[in-house]
């Protein structure tokens, strides 16, 4: 699944923010790989696998967030005719199956999964902020993106996704092409 964004690109004109997560997913394992070469090599690149292992967690957040914002970057490019909106979607649906499985609960107990919830779950803080936390927006909008944001929280809960399967019907769906 780590490879699916560098098909995305592929597909769509590049940019560089959407380059970014590959390249440092792909840091992220050199220091197993270095550590598995010649003493010489091993020797010489134990600086910089030293200080990849010491700040991994600080990247993993980054590339959790740039990700985020390479799918947003996409969606202003569709609309602005630099891009497709199959892109928008392939890249969407990327980031959806990568946070399904983060909450999935084999998942939580690791550090990349704990890092792609906790990233998503800051941006719904903040838009809740700004949409919600402010009486200049109109009562109209806040429940338009009240049900919205339940709606996108039901596609990528794989309990509600097996809960609503059960049920029929059109959230079933919607739910029935889920990852788990």
């Known amino acids: 699944m780590s490879y699916f964004p560098a098909v995305v690109l592929l597909i769509s004109r590049p940019i560089f923010i959407g380059v970014v997560p590959l390249v440092g997913r792909s840091v992220l394992r050199l220091p197993a790989l270095l550590e598995r070469q010649p003493a010489f090599i091993s020797k010489l690149a134990k600086p910089l696998v030293a200080k990849i292992k010491a700040n ?3 990247m993993i957040m980054s590339l959790a967030q740039l990700e985020i914002f390479a799918g947003f970057a996409f969606i202003f490019m569709a609309l602005t005719g630099g891009g ?21 609960p084999y998942a939580v107990q690791y550090s990349w999964a704990q890092n792609v ?20 927006v109109p009562s109209v909008i806040k429940t338009g993106y009240t049900s919205l944001k339940g709606f996108l929280n039901r596609m990528t809960d794989p309990q509600a996704a097996t809960n609503a399967s059960r049920g029929g019907g059109v ?7 889920s990852v788990m």
């Open 56 to 58: 991994k967690q600080q």
């Open 171 to 177: 959230s079933s769906l919607l739910n029935s092409c």
């Open 117 to 136: 919830t906790s990233v998503w779950n800051l941006l719904a803080y903040k838009t809740d902020g700004w949409v919600l936390g402010t009486s200049a």
């Open 84 to 104: 497709s909106f199959l892109t928008v979607m392939m890249y969407w649906q990327y980031l959806r199956m990568s946070y399904m499985i983060a909450r999935h």
